[in-house]
């Protein structure tokens, strides 16, 4: 930016006294990049009165841009500012209610105190898993699942047994389970595997086979093979050895994984009445026959009815679905004294702790 002699303004008139004097402000495309205009005098004897002071230059353009963008990123401030404003807060999910952890006064007298009731509902609600899932879980971790019946046989809901019994097998099935070992001889199970279906009065008429009855249907319906245990038996050691030697048998086949159904609590990790192990203390101490050098991989399972439990375990009787709590998890659950139906083991009460899953199915 220069100073023009007046003469050269496009009018060729004179220009008029401005601020610089008898000088106008010519804008062309060359910037000066020194300390200010240059000033040319009119003519060579007229001389500017006053010095006239450095002006800095400013980029417009660059200014106009600056200014665009702070103008942009104040609107987006303020976007993202509302936009928090609008956020829900973040919430972690909370666990799936079971039980309502509430007592009311039908639970009276099933633990010593209300508080204790409502510690253990709380800890179902925290640790129980659907019973499918956790009955798949434990077959693929193990070679032998061991499964207590503590349910009411006399329960005349038999079509909701069959629907339970149906998607336990199936759970099972899909862990890997390829043989069911149960109480019944072997010559019925043949007959049953070969028809298909289990043909009921070819077994004993009392509640235990009534129960077995319908496991066993749904076993061949889920593609298992039938094992006996053998029947008939003169007592606990008996019975014990006959089930050691048809699980020892299934697991010679390395890809072989057993199911087997008693009753009465015999898997619990508990003694006898005269002292013997239990059949669940004799099988964690069994070799595998794929593996010798190694014991066979086990879990216990006891199946409960909670509606019908007299033990800590009726605490559970308002569930609307099967459940499975692995007791070593809690610390009250597992305290909980199973009284039940478990006449092998003279009636005595166990904890839960004495198996390795509690699986509740409510009738």
């Not at 999910?93 to 508080?115: C, D, F, S, V």
């Not at 043949?190 to 319908?214: W, Y």
């Not at 898997?267 to 964690?284: I, P």
């Not at 308002?318 to 597992?334: C, E, M, S, Y």
């Amino acid at each position: 930016m220069t100073l023009e002699k007046g003469s050269d303004a496009p009018d060729n008139k004179s220009p008029k006294p401005g601020p610089f004097g008898p000088y106008i402000l010519a804008l062309g495309p060359q910037r000066s990049t020194d300390f200010g205009p240059q000033l040319k005098p009119k003519d060579s004897k007229v001389q500017p009165a006053e010095p006239v002071h450095p002006v800095p230059l400013i980029d417009i353009a660059a200014e106009a841009d600056r200014t665009l963008d702070l103008v942009a990123m104040k609107i987006l401030a303020q976007q993202v500012i509302n936009e928090m404003k609008n956020m829900k807060p973040l919430t972690l999910p909370r666990p799936k209610k079971y039980l309502a952890e509430t007592t009311n006064e039908r639970e009276k007298g099933i633990l010593e105190n209300a508080q204790d009731i409502l510690t253990v509902k709380k800890e179902i609600n925290i640790h129980a898993l659907p019973a499918e899932q956790s009955l798949t879980e434990a077959m693929r971790n193990n070679r032998v699942l061991g499964i207590d019946l503590a349910l009411d046989p006399l329960n005349p809901r038999l079509d909701q047994h069959a629907y339970l019994s149906q998607a336990m097998m199936q759970s099972l099935k899909r862990g890997g389970a390829t043989h069911l070992i149960v109480p019944v001889e072997q010559k019925v199970l043949d007959q049953f595997m070969k028809s298909g279906k289990v043909t009921r009065d070819l077994m004993p008429g009392d509640a235990i086979h009534n129960r077995l009855a319908i496991e066993i249907q749904a076993a061949l319906q889920s593609g298992l093979k039938l094992v006996s245990s053998g029947s008939n038996f003169e007592g606990h050691h008996d019975r014990s050895q006959a089930e050691l030697r048809a699980v020892t048998e299934v697991l010679r086949d390395k890809t072989a994984k057993a199911v087997m159904i008693t009753d009465n609590g015999r898997l619990a990790d508990a003694q006898y009445g005269d002292g013997t192990a239990s059949v669940g203390q004799l099988l964690r101490n069994l070799a595998d026959p794929a593996n010798p050098t190694e014991k066979i991989k086990l879990a216990t399972v006891l199946l409960v009815d909670p509606k019908a439990s007299r033990g800590g375990l009726a605490v559970m009787q308002d569930l609307r679905q099967p459940l499975a709590i692995v007791p070593q998890k809690t610390n009250a659950f597992k305290q909980l004294k199973v009284i039940g139906d478990l006449d092998a083991l003279n009636g005595q009460a166990k904890t839960a702790s004495s198996w390795n899953i509690v699986l509740a199915l409510p009738y």
